[in-house]
Nanobody
Framework: QVQLVESGGGLVQAGGSLRLSCAAS????????MGWFRQVPGKEREFVAHISWSGTNTYYADSVKGRFTISRDNAKNTVYLQMNMLKPEDTAVYYC????????????????WGQGTQVTVSS
C-alpha cells in the first residue's frame, strides 16, 4: 500500500513557476515508478510526466516538454514537478501517481493516486 500526498499548488501568473511535491508513505518508494497527471473539470485526466524508480528515465507530454521537469528523492520518499513558463492552459488539478510498472503511465492507469493539488495560472 502506498499513500500519496501532493503539495505546492497555488495561484501564479502566466510565465511564472511552481514546484509540486508528492510525499509517499511506505518503505518501498524506491521500487515504484512515479508520475504526474492533471485534470480540468469536464475533461479526462491527462498524463503530464513520469519517472522510473531510479530516476534514470523520464518522459513528458508534448504540451509540457521543455517547461516541466520531474525528479525524485528516494531518501525523502518524494517526487517533484518543477513547472516553469506556466501558461493559463496549465490550470488544472494535478495528481501524483505510483505504480511498480513504468509503462502503465502511458495509456494505462497507475495503481495509487493522491488527492490532487490545484494549480491556477492567471493571464
Amino acid at each position: 500500500q502506498v499513500q500519496l500526498v501532493e503539495s505546492g499548488g497555488g495561484l501564479v501568473q502566466a510565465g511564472g513557476s511552481l514546484r509540486l511535491s508528492c510525499a509517499a508513505s511506505g518503505r518501498t518508494f524506491s521500487s515504484y515508478a512515479m508520475g504526474w497527471f492533471r485534470q480540468v473539470p469536464g475533461k479526462e485526466r491527462e498524463f503530464v510526466a513520469h519517472i522510473s524508480w531510479s530516476g534514470t528515465n523520464t518522459y513528458y507530454a508534448d504540451s509540457v516538454k521543455g517547461r516541466f521537469t520531474i525528479s525524485r528523492d528516494n531518501a525523502k520518499n518524494t517526487v517533484y514537478l518543477q513547472m516553469n513558463m506556466l501558461k493559463p492552459e496549465d490550470t488544472a488539478v494535478y495528481y501524483c501517481a505510483a505504480d511498480r510498472a513504468y509503462t502503465v503511465f502511458i495509456g494505462g492507469r497507475p495503481q495509487y493516486w493522491g488527492q490532487g493539488t490545484q494549480v491556477t495560472v492567471s493571464s
